[in-house]
């Protein structure tokens, strides 16, 4: 383990606050370099949070080249595959993530140290991620018998399932009820979603937990509320530099807003969407039958 004293604790922890803490619109030149695995890691989950896909996909090309932890192998795949879904080409994601689990889905416990992330956070992020690219898919079939498996691996980690795990969970089910027309049911899980990450340490998990709540308000139809809420995740974005959640939250509002509140929003989604393309995030077509 790390001495907490060491200038590699310092710039890992510094990492690691970016990426799941309060400061994730760090700069890409305030980030300390990589000097661990685990950093490279850190960095590529960073640089996606705040749209530079470019970048990003350099950082796990890194990581892929310089370890054999299952572990960080893992989670490069499904973080490559959540980059791919974030920009809608979700059946390019799930091959990525199909890599993650077979990465780790046969591996036994693998010794790691307190701070590094362990074997159920990966095996949950490759098994979530699954059961996105089958939603984005139009297999909800598919998608439910995923997030079955997800959590009773949740249910068998216990206590050393993070809160991380537990969010993407109920993100998933949360996005799963609301493409089969049931938002009743989805309501709750993007409630609870919210709630441990407001007990949680990252903003960026809050402010996404805060839109899918937007969201399913307005699949409620409750507008005002989905307004309120999606104005507020629009000011959260801007203050900390998270593109694609800006992207989405404008989206949205695009959807639940009225009069020129609608063009500005679409205005503001349209600004994101080129922001993102310049940073290497190419959105699948609409009308793209490949998905």
């Given at each position: 383990m790390?001495?907490?004293?060491?200038?590699?604790?310092?710039?890992?922890?510094?990492l690691?606050?970016?990426?799941?803490?309060?400061?994730?619109?760090?700069?890409?030149t305030e980030?300390?370099a990589?000097v661990?695995?685990?950093?490279?890691?850190?960095?590529?989950?960073i640089?996606?949070g705040?749209?530079?896909?470019?970048?990003?996909r350099?950082?796990?090309?890194?990581?892929?080249?310089?370890?054999?932890?299952?572990?960080?192998?893992s989670?490069?795949?499904?973080?490559?595959?959540?980059?791919?879904r974030?920009?809608?080409?979700?059946?390019r994601?799930?091959a990525?993530?199909?890599?993650?689990?077979a990465l780790?889905?046969?591996t036994?416990s693998?010794?790691r140290?307190?701070?590094?992330?362990?074997?159920?956070?990966?095996v949950?992020?490759?098994?979530?991620?699954?059961?996105?690219?089958?939603?984005?898919?139009?297999?909800?079939?598919l998608?439910t018998?995923?997030?079955?498996?997800?959590?009773?691996e949740?249910?068998?980690?216990?206590?050393?399932?993070?809160w991380?795990?537990?969010?993407?969970?109920?993100?998933?089910?949360a996005?799963?009820?609301l493409?089969?027309?049931?938002?009743?049911t989805?309501a709750?899980?993007a409630?609870t979603a919210?709630?441990?990450?407001?007990?949680?340490?990252?903003?960026?998990?809050?402010v996404k937990?805060?839109?899918?709540v937007?969201a399913?308000?307005?699949a409620?139809?409750?507008?005002e509320?989905?307004?309120?809420?999606?104005d507020?995740?629009?000011?959260?974005?801007?203050?900390?530099?998270l593109?694609?959640?800006?992207?989405?939250?404008?989206?949205l509002?695009?959807?639940?807003?009225?009069?020129?509140?609608?063009?500005?929003a679409e205005?503001?989604?349209?600004?994101s969407?080129?922001?993102?393309?310049?940073?290497?995030?190419?959105?699948?077509?609409?009308?793209?039958?490949?998905?």
């Amino acid at each position: 383990m790390l001495a907490p004293a060491s200038p590699i604790y310092i710039g890992s922890a510094m990492l690691a606050d970016a990426a799941f803490g309060t400061c994730p619109g760090r700069a890409a030149t305030e980030l300390p370099a990589a000097v661990r695995p685990l950093d490279t890691w850190y960095r590529a989950v960073i640089l996606g949070g705040q749209g530079c896909y470019a970048a990003a996909r350099e950082e796990l090309r890194s990581l892929s080249a310089s370890t054999a932890d299952p572990v960080l192998l893992s989670l490069a795949a499904s973080t490559g595959g959540s980059l791919l879904r974030q920009l809608g080409w979700h059946a390019r994601a799930a091959a990525f993530d199909g890599r993650a689990a077979a990465l780790i889905l046969p591996t036994g416990s693998v010794d790691r140290d307190e701070f590094a992330p362990n074997r159920v956070d990966a095996v949950c992020d490759a098994l979530t991620g699954l059961a996105a690219d089958a939603l984005g898919t139009g297999r909800l079939a598919l998608a439910t018998r995923l997030l079955r498996r997800s959590h009773d691996e949740l249910t068998r980690a216990g206590s050393s399932a993070g809160w991380r795990a537990l969010i993407r969970w109920h993100w998933v089910c949360a996005e799963t009820a609301l493409a089969s027309g049931a938002a009743d049911t989805a309501a709750p899980h993007a409630a609870t979603a919210l709630a441990l990450a407001e007990d949680g340490p990252s903003v960026r998990h809050r402010v996404k937990s805060r839109l899918l709540v937007a969201a399913t308000a307005a699949a409620s139809g409750d507008g005002e509320r989905a307004r309120v809420l999606a104005d507020e995740v629009a000011e959260q974005c801007r203050e900390h530099e998270l593109l694609p959640l800006r992207w989405a939250s404008s989206m949205l509002r695009a959807g639940v807003c009225t009069g020129t509140r609608v063009t500005a929003a679409e205005a503001d989604a349209r600004r994101s969407a080129e922001t993102i393309g310049r940073r290497g995030g190419h959105f699948r077509p609409m009308s793209d039958s490949r998905l």
